[in-house]
C-alpha cells in the first residue's frame, strides 16, 4: 500500500500537533489585572488545534478518489532520498542553519546569530543567478537590529548578549 506524500505529511503533522498540545497543558496561566479569555495559554492552544485540523485535513484529503496506480518499480531508499535531498536542498539547508542558530544563540548572541540567519536565509531562497550578498547581509544586520531594538528597548525582553556583549 502506497501513501501519498500529504498523507504522510498529514500524519506527523498531526502527531506534532497532539504532542504539542499535549505540553501547552502546562502553560501557567497568569491573570493579570482581570480575567479574559486571551490568557498566556491562549495562542499555543490555538495554534495547536489549528495545527490538528490542517493534519487530519491532509490525512484523510490524500489519495481518496484516486485510482489504483500501476506499480513501478522503484528506486532504493537511499536513492529516493539522494533524490529528496537534491529536489529540496533549501529545505535540508534550513533546518540545519536553524540547528547551527539554537546551538550557538546564547555563546555568539541573539544580534550576530539572527543577522547571519537571516542572510543564510536570503541567500539560500534566492534563486541561484539572482543572489546579491552585500544586499543579504546588510538586510540581515538591519532586521536583527532592529528585532533587538523592539525586543530589548521596546518590550524588555531579555535576548542573549553573547560574545561581544550585544
Do not use: C, H
Not at 496561566?29 to 491562549?42: D, E, I, K, Q
Not at 495562542?43 to 485540523?53: D, S
Amino acid at each position: 500500500m502506497s501513501f501519498p506524500k500529504d498523507r504522510i505529511t498529514g500524519i506527523i503533522l498531526s502527531l506534532f500537533s497532539l504532542l504539542y498540545l499535549f505540553f501547552s497543558k502546562d502553560i501557567r496561566v497568569f491573570r493579570g489585572s482581570g480575567a479574559t479569555p486571551l490568557t498566556s495559554a491562549f495562542m499555543p492552544r490555538f495554534w495547536g488545534t489549528f495545527l490538528l485540523i490542517l493534519g487530519l485535513v491532509l490525512v484523510f484529503r490524500g489519495g481518496f478518489g484516486r485510482s489504483s496506480e500501476a506499480k513501478e518499480a522503484r528506486p532504493s531508499t537511499a536513492a529516493r532520498l539522494k533524490n529528496w535531498i537534491a529536489g529540496n536542498y533549501e529545505v535540508v539547508l534550513t533546518f540545519l542553519f536553524i540547528g547551527i542558530y539554537s546551538a550557538l544563540l546564547s555563546s555568539i548572541g541573539f544580534t550576530i546569530m539572527s543577522a547571519l540567519f537571516i542572510f543564510a536565509q536570503i541567500l539560500i531562497l534566492t534563486p541561484p543567478g539572482k543572489r546579491r550578498p552585500i544586499p543579504a547581509f546588510l538586510v540581515g544586520i538591519f532586521f536583527a537590529v532592529l528585532i533587538d531594538f523592539i525586543f530589548v528597548k521596546l518590550i524588555g525582553v531579555l535576548l542573549p548578549k553573547g560574545i561581544l556583549g550585544f
